[in-house]
Structure formats: structure tokens, C-alpha cells
């Protein structure tokens, strides 16, 4: 249990599909972010929430959007994919926005086809 | 922008041998540093950190992390390696100032260890 929890674990989705990740935190933090995990590759920030409001996003396509309706919650909206977007995707939470240590969930396996 | 190196993408030991992954940085400027520790189908796990203070971090599992300024490196050992450390290995970095607070990640490591 990471305190970090994200769902679902694996998804397969066609590039005309909408789908989201969900991701619940249970740490009492206030940071949420969704980070972006391919093979060989530096894991990618795309966003940053502080206090439910978008503070970075590091020039993520517009086919990902992402929401935050709370301090607990963390969504990532998916809407016609590439098959390179097939990756891990990883939410992370910390008590305060680039202080607190990051804690990770498991993932989401996300496959685009 | 920082960045992080990771010079070393694959690591095979045996069990009881000495550890050590390189990790540099590219920031002159005050950093946090962090290993974590992805085990084969699970979350990243904080391994270290350092923020400040001794220079030499100890963390779980009998890790330790040696922060050298004047070489900008945060390299992890182990005295004697175990087939459960087998992971992949990700050194991070992040500034403590300005706008860029967020982890800027290493590609990863990944250790294997020989029973």
C-alpha cells in the first residue's frame, strides 16, 4: 500500500477512444502530479497541481488533460491517443509543492492501439 | 534546465559484491537529491534523500548516498549486494529555488543480482 492508488492498473485503447486514469491519494498531501514513464527513457513531469490548481505543465500535447477537482483526486483524460503515448503513467503526491518528498502510486499501463 | 546522468544502464552482480551507481547533475545552484528504487512490478520507492547537512545519507535497506558539490554527483552503494535488491534504480534532483521545483529524473539503472 503506498498511500498513492491508481486506477485502472492496465488499459488498452483504441486511438479514437476517450478514456481517463484515476488517481486518489490518502496522505493528506497537497501537491498531486502525473509523470510519464517510457522504456530507456527519464521519467517526464507533464502536470503539477498545488492546492487543486494547475502550477506546471510542461508542454504536454492536448490530448491529455488533466483534473483536479480536490486535493485527493488526480485525473488524466485521454482523447485520441498516438501509439507512442503507450507508456506507464505514474501519479505522485507530497504535502507541499517542491518541499515535501514525492511519493508514487503503481502506474497505470496504458497501450494505445 | 537541470539534468540528471545516469551513466550506467545495466549493472549485473553477485550476491555479496560492493554496489555503487554514478549519478550527476547539471545545476550549480543549492539541490535536493533522491534515489528511489522501482522493484520488478511496483511503485517507485523513496531508497535516500538528501537535503542538507552530512553530506553522507544513509537510507533503507542498508543504501547510502555520497553527496559531492565540487563533483555534482549523489552515487548509491551498497557494501554487499542481495538477490532482492534487483530493481531498477532512478537518481532525481531538484532545485530548491525559483520556478523549476519539480524532480528532474535519471533513465534509470537497472540492477541485477546473481544468486
Known amino acids: 500500500e503506498t498511500g498513492v492508488t491508481q486506477t485502472p492498473r492496465h488499459l488498452v485503447m483504441g486511438m479514437t477512444n476517450k478514456k481517463s486514469l484515476k488517481c486518489e491519494q490518502h496522505l493528506g498531501h497537497n501537491a498531486m502530479y502525473w509523470y510519464k514513464q517510457s522504456a530507456k527513457k527519464p521519467l517526464e513531469l507533464m502536470f503539477v497541481?498545488?492546492?487543486?490548481?494547475?502550477?506546471e505543465n510542461n508542454s504536454v500535447p492536448s490530448r491529455f488533460s488533466p483534473e483536479c477537482p480536490n486535493s485527493s483526486h488526480l485525473f488524466l483524460h485521454l482523447h485520441t491517443l498516438q501509439p507512442e503515448d503507450s507508456a506507464l503513467y505514474l501519479c505522485a503526491s507530497s504535502g507541499t509543492e517542491g518541499i515535501n518528498t514525492i511519493y508514487f502510486g503503481e502506474g497505470s499501463w496504458l497501450t494505445v492501439v | 534546465a537541470q539534468s540528471v546522468s545516469q551513466h550506467n544502464h545495466h549493472v549485473i552482480l553477485s550476491e555479496a559484491a560492493s554496489l555503487e551507481l554514478g549519478c550527476n547533475y547539471s545545476?550549480?545552484?543549492?539541490?535536493?537529491l533522491f534515489w528511489y528504487v522501482q522493484y520488478p512490478g511496483q511503485h517507485l520507492q523513496l531508497l535516500l534523500k538528501?537535503?542538507?547537512?552530512?553530506?553522507l545519507v544513509k537510507g533503507i535497506k542498508g543504501f547510502e548516498a555520497e553527496f559531492i558539490k565540487s563533483k555534482f554527483s549523489f552515487n548509491l552503494r551498497k557494501p554487499s549486494v542481495q538477490w532482492s535488491d534487483t530493481a531498477e534504480y532512478f537518481c532525481a534532483v531538484r532545485r530548491t529555488s525559483g520556478s523549476a521545483r519539480q524532480l528532474t529524473f535519471g533513465s534509470g539503472t537497472q540492477l541485477t543480482v546473481l544468486p
Open positions: 497541481y498545488s492546492l487543486e490548481e494547475r502550477v
Open positions: 545545476y550549480g545552484g543549492t539541490v535536493n
Open positions: 538528501y537535503f542538507s547537512g552530512d553530506p
